[in-house]
T-cell receptor, first 109, second 115 residues
Framework: GQSLEQPSEVTAVEGAIVQINCTYQ??????LSWYQQHDGGAPTFLSY????GLEETGRFSSFLSRSDSYGYLLLQELQMKDSASYFC??????????FGAGTQVVVTP | DGGITQSPKYLFRKEGQNVTLSCEQN?????MYWYRQDPGQGLRLIYY???????QKGDIAEGYSVSREKKESFPLTVTSAQKNPTAFYLC??????????????FGDGTRLSIL
């Protein structure tokens, strides 16, 4: 089966850097995605890693180590609008996505 | 505009009643998914379909049924066998023909409550 672990909550001040870790156990691993969800809204796609290394998209970066079954999402220059839940999701080779329980990021002034 | 349309936005179910949630997409994506989200929780996969006339159970399929008669449509029926249906239901699609960067696109969701 599949399982993903990520911290339940992270609090940081505006302008800071936050790293959200995600460890996973899965068979047929294909890639790791990250999604942002604001309260009451639908998840929106942030990034995807299929190969080891760092992917950078503006203030957000995502990292993957396949050998360690580990990835992280890095949020830089935090803004108040970044307060949201962040989910990692594993894609397996059968096209099935498995989501983590989510990390609530709280940004304070 | 291309996108995913879920309807209704809010739905109320009486005891013993089946209800159907609609999901329509015009993204020409092959794969469609249904997730359930409970307050403060992650997304749990109910059913998914990679191609028309074929679908697979996810992790919490009991009490739910789906059909995929058209590429654009993937309706979810919450049956009376689902004893705790109150949740936020999300439909998503993926372009399964693309290998590599495959984001899931989500609809705006349907909130289902018990009367």
């Amino acid at each position: 089966g599949q399982s993903l672990e990520q911290p339940s909550e992270v609090t940081a001040v505006e302008g800071a850097i936050v790293q959200i870790n995600c460890t996973y156990q899965t068979s047929g691993f294909y890639g790791l995605s990250w999604y942002q969800q604001h309260d009451g809204g639908a998840p929106t796609f942030l990034s995807y890693n299929a190969l080891d290394g760092l992917e950078e998209t503006g203030r957000f970066s995502s990292f993957l180590s396949r050998s360690d079954s580990y990835g992280y999402l890095l949020l830089q220059e935090l803004q108040m609008k970044d307060s949201a839940s962040y989910f990692c999701a594993v894609l397996d080779s059968w096209g099935k996505f498995q989501f983590g329980a989510g990390t609530q990021v709280v940004v304070t002034p | 505009d291309g996108g995913i349309t879920q309807s209704p936005k809010y739905l109320f179910r009486k005891e013993g009643q089946n209800v159907t949630l609609s999901c329509e997409q015009n993204l020409n994506h092959d794969a469609m998914y249904w997730y359930r989200q409970d307050p403060g929780q992650g997304l749990r996969l109910i059913y998914y379909s990679q191609i028309v006339n074929d679908f697979q159970k996810g992790d919490i399929a009991e009490g739910y049924s789906v059909s995929r008669e058209k590429k654009e449509s993937f309706p979810l029926t919450v049956t009376s066998a689902q004893k705790n249906p109150t949740a936020f239901y999300l439909c998503a699609t993926t372009n399964a023909q693309v290998k590599g960067n495959q984001p899931q696109h989500f609809g705006d969701g349907t909130r289902l409550s018990i009367l």
